[in-house]
């Protein structure tokens, strides 16, 4: 019981606050432009990936059609490259969207930025507050209520410089 109190006394004095990142992403222009970039050349890369595919299928069909009138030696050496195309389409795919792949890298370098001087104007506006948790309401955290006084998205984009 004890234990209870004192729990609730400490929760007391806790400062909790929200922010909103969807409403602040959404309304800095480097985010919808680092956005931009990288649906264009996601839509790029996924392009060659599509060609090679596309290489791959056409190179198939002419070998079905042509099957009867070739050796034996020229049908293995048609499937070797069929084979080697499939390949090497599948490796591009692996290179660009791949978990360490180069749309990775890419988003990486032009998020981080924009998310580390997001995470500092947060962390200055909590020491200055004195808040000690901050949820993000954009994400499933499952909150229940939430006061909008205890919304300090605004005043994020306030001192990012944006309004």
Not at 94 to 122: A, C
């Amino acid at each position: 019981m004890l234990l209870v109190a004192l729990g609730a006394a400490t929760a007391d004095a806790q400062k909790f606050a929200l922010v909103d990142m969807e409403y602040i992403l959404k309304n800095i222009p480097a985010y919808e432009r680092a956005n931009e970039q990288l649906t264009q050349v996601s839509k790029k890369w996924q392009a060659e990936v599509e060609a090679l595919n596309t290489e791959a299928q056409n190179m198939y069909k002419d070998y079905r059609n042509q099957a009867v009138f070739l050796s034996d030696e020229q049908k293995a050496k048609k499937e070797e490259a069929i084979v080697a195309k499939e390949k090497e389409a599948s490796e591009l795919k692996r290179k660009y969207f791949g978990p360490e792949g180069e749309l990775f890298k890419k988003r990486e370098s032009l998020m981080t930025p924009i998310q580390d001087e997001i995470y500092n104007v947060v962390k200055d506006i909590c020491e200055l507050k004195g808040i000690s948790l901050v949820l993000d309401r954009a994400s499933e955290a499952g909150i229940i209520f939430a006061s909008p006084k205890a919304d300090i998205s605004n005043e994020v984009l306030s001192k990012l410089g944006y309004n």
